[in-house]
């Protein structure tokens, strides 16, 4: 597989479908999945009823909406504004798990009206933008658009340009309109195009810096990377548009989830030469051994890596044993973002669990640097071997709830709010894990097992509230194939 080329002069960066081929649709065993992406035989399959998706603007968005220093202007009517409150929450919940000084987020919108898709809206965008610097002195803006400013074909781009000329800051345009692609995750790699394109500086020097590309999740990497003398820099929450300068200056990138940061990893290493660390997650033991080896092997450090692996393992073994006695036999479903998922799925059954089955948002058969260890499913399905009853299933609840009706396992993990209540409301066990960092690494598993102990241990909740809820699909839908909507076969058998 061959790595995707970055163009830094392109305004916008290609979406997935094209650039690596991504897909929202399959329905099979994990191991038929792999063994379809790696042939080159994946196709997308389109479903003829979908309930909802996501939208990569609202991707792009949590990523530059925190930023400590920078504001935001989203190009759009005022209700794509709607999530400003829960980018806002997640932002001060987020600063205070950093020690950081509580502020509210800078966020902007440009108001789309009708008459605005008649007439354009260019002139509300520069408006907009100067207000948002007097406001509250950014040192940089992103500027998102939307369906609507991309449908009336705004020239967001010249604007951004004669704004940065005006302002003396970066202004910077962010193309993510969710009606391009059925990709959300597009929209990480659009934040990430507009912070490579107008933030990041070439580098005048090399430092022990090691970016980390993750969510919001708590610090696991100070003490870790300490050990090996290296200070974390996490990006791009949180960060500062100094830091953000300066990320072509670190020893390494380090990727907390593939499909959040394919872009951003490949772009640094192909631009500025930072390498990027290619490994499987470190979820698991075994996933956690080749992690860190390959992190030796970025920066040099083999034999201090080594020692690492082994006292820590030392450590976490008697334990790991106990828990694996307790969690035998045990049955559980997981929903989950990608690669983030596929991680979730090494590290359940690294703990003694019978993975059912996996509704996973999308699928990448290739990441941005066209290097196959970064398969976290391929591993995991290498590793431990193959799942059934696994659905790429674009967040249709519509399928998972079908699915948890038939499985009916003892726990599901959950990795969005939005899925998390399914379970519930049918009785099973649920768990909701925010903190991408929860499960990183040896410690990792311990911790996994047990929050996933408390959860099946106290399970009156969930089963008090499948006897008064109750749900909005009917028994002639719960009674049907759950694929009924996806257009038949989703893979080639044949291989």
């Not at 196709?43 to 979908?50: C, H, I, K, L, V």
């Not at 504004?81 to 966020?107: K, S, W």
Request: glycine content about 8%; overall charge neutral; aromatic content about 10%.
């Amino acid at each position: 597989m061959s790595k995707c080329r970055v163009n830094l002069e392109a305004p916008e960066v290609p979406i997935r479908e094209v650039r690596i081929g991504s897909i929202t649709g399959f329905e099979g065993t994990a191991g038929q999945l792999v063994k379809c992406a790696k042939a080159g035989m994946l196709r997308e399959n389109s479903r003829s009823f979908s309930q909802c998706m996501g939208c990569s603007s609202g991707n792009a968005f949590c990523q530059l909406s925190m930023i400590q220093d920078a504001a935001m202007v989203n190009h759009a009517p005022v209700g794509c504004a709607g999530d400003f409150f829960t980018f806002n929450f997640v932002y001060r919940v987020g600063q205070m798990e950093r020690n950081l000084p509580p502020v509210i987020g800078r966020y902007f919108s440009t108001n789309i009206e009708e008459k605005d898709t008649i007439f354009g809206a260019v002139q509300k965008l520069e408006e907009t933008i100067r207000k948002a610097f007097d406001r509250v002195r950014p040192k940089a803006i992103f500027v998102t658009t939307s369906c609507a400013s991309g449908i009336i074909g705004d020239d967001v781009e010249s604007v951004t340009e004669k704004m940065t000329e005006e302002l003396g800051i970066p202004v910077a345009a962010c193309f993510c309109e969710g009606f391009k692609s059925k990709i959300w995750t597009t929209g990480f790699d659009s934040a990430y195009h507009a912070i490579v394109r107008k933030i990041v500086k070439p580098p005048k020097k090399k430092t022990n810096k090691i970016n980390v590309i993750n969510f919001w999740g708590s610090d696991v990497f100070s003490e870790l990377l300490g050990k090996l003398g290296y200070e974390p820099t996490y990006i791009v929450p949180f960060s500062t548009v100094a830091q953000l300068e300066q990320i072509s200056e670190a020893a390494a990138t380090i990727q907390i989830c593939p499909t959040l940061g394919s872009y951003l990893g490949a772009a640094l290493e192909q631009v500025y030469g930072v390498p990027e660390v290619k490994a499987p997650l470190a979820y698991g033991i075994a996933g956690t051994d080749a992690w860190f080896r390959e992190l030796g092997k970025v920066l040099g450090k083999e034999a201090e890596v080594e020692e690492i692996i082994s006292v820590e393992k030392a450590k976490i073994l008697p334990q790991l044993e106990e828990y694996r006695a307790k969690l035998k036999g045990k049955t559980c479903y997981v929903t989950a973002g990608a690669a983030h998922g596929h991680a979730l799925l090494a590290l359940l059954q690294e703990l003694g669990l019978k993975v059912q089955g996996a509704a996973i948002f999308h699928h990448d058969p290739v990441y941005d640097n066209g290097d196959p260890r970064s398969d976290m499913l391929e591993h995991t399905v290498n590793t431990y071997g193959d799942i059934p009853n696994y659905n790429v299933c674009n967040k249709q609840a519509f399928e998972l709830v079908n699915i948890l009706n038939r499985v009916r396992p003892d726990l599901m993990i959950a990795r969005h709010g939005g899925m998390s209540l399914w379970g519930a409301k049918l009785g099973i066990p649920t768990l909701l894990i925010g903190d991408e960092h929860l499960g990183f690494g040896y410690q990792g598993l311990l911790n996994y097992a047990e929050r996933i102990l408390e959860t099946i241990d106290n399970k009156e909740f969930v089963t008090n509230l499948a006897k008064h809820s109750t749900m909005p699909y009917t028994q002639w839908w719960l009674e049907q194939n759950p694929y009924t909507f996806l257009g038949g076969c989703a893979h080639v058998k044949s291989y």
